[in-house]
T-cell receptor, first 110, second 121 residues
Framework: KQEVTQIPAALSVPEGENLVLNCSFT??????LQWFRQDPGKGLTSLLL?????REQTSGRLNASLDKSSGRSTLYIAASQPGDSATYLC?????????FGAGTILRVKS | EAGVTQFPSHSVIEKGQTVTLRCDPI?????LYWYRRVMGKEIKFLLH????????ESGMPNNRFLAERTGGTYSTLKVQPAELEDSGVYFC???????????????????FGAGSRLTVL
């Protein structure tokens, strides 16, 4: 069973804070690890994709790491802004499909 | 570049009725995926098309669900007859390359549509 767990389920932080979202998966056999953002009523926006041969990816204030041996990925958001408020989803690429975690609901207060 | 388009955005039907959801992928994307999120659960894979062929339909819950992609362009997902537990959000996604291919170019990154919310009463 390819489970993906995300912690915390919800997070509320003041603007400007650096924060870390965690994702863990039970099977170390992995093709890639993808982080998405979902805004209410909208689709999923891909933030970062880490291939199995890579250890991290960076895009602007976002940095995602992948540790296959421990079955973990983290998404680091620097200097958080109210516009970062959304649900963040981690998904493990398994064969031709993504296995999603339940998500972390992030609220950044101004 | 136009994104992945899904229609309708929201559908409310009675139990036992039929609903057809449509997905228009990004032009040129051979790979098309359907996912869904039912209440309180994670987003789950339903099936994967490569052009007009079903590559993997292991996630389809039962034979009340029928997906087609005639001509390898847009896809439809029909639920007939709909049951209460089918309520949720149905997402479509497309990609240029197969998700499992370890290309670094990003051609295997899935682009998702906004989803079709289905409410079965």
């Amino acid at each position: 069973k390819q489970e993906v767990t995300q912690i915390p389920a919800a997070l509320s932080v003041p603007e400007g804070e650096n924060l870390v979202l965690n994702c863990s998966f039970t099977d170390s056999a992995i093709y890639n690890l993808q982080w998405f953002r979902q805004d209410p009523g909208k689709g999923l926006t891909s933030l970062l994709l880490i291939q199995s041969s890579q250890r991290e990816q960076t895009s602007g204030r976002l940095n995602a790491s992948l540790d296959k041996s421990s079955g973990r990925s983290t998404l680091y958001i620097a200097a958080s802004q109210p516009g970062d408020s959304a649900t963040y989803l981690c998904a493990r690429g398994y064969g031709n499909k993504l296995v999603f975690g339940a998500g972390t609901i992030l609220r950044v207060k101004s | 570049e136009a994104g992945v388009t899904q229609f309708p955005s929201h559908s409310v039907i009675e139990k036992g009725q039929t609903v057809t959801l449509r997905c228009d992928p990004i032009s040129g994307h051979d790979n098309l995926y359907w996912y869904r999120r039912v209440m309180g659960k994670e987003i789950k894979f339903l099936l994967h098309f490569v052009k007009e062929s079903k590559q993997d339909e292991s996630g389809m819950p039962n034979n009340r669900f029928l997906a087609e992609r005639t001509g390898g362009t847009y896809s439809t997902l029909k639920v007939q007859p709909a049951e209460l537990e089918d309520s949720g959000v149905y997402f479509c996604a497309s990609s240029q390359e197969h998700l499992g291919q370890g290309v670094v170019s990003g051609a295997n990154v899935l682009t998702f549509g906004a989803g079709s919310r289905l409410t079965v009463l």
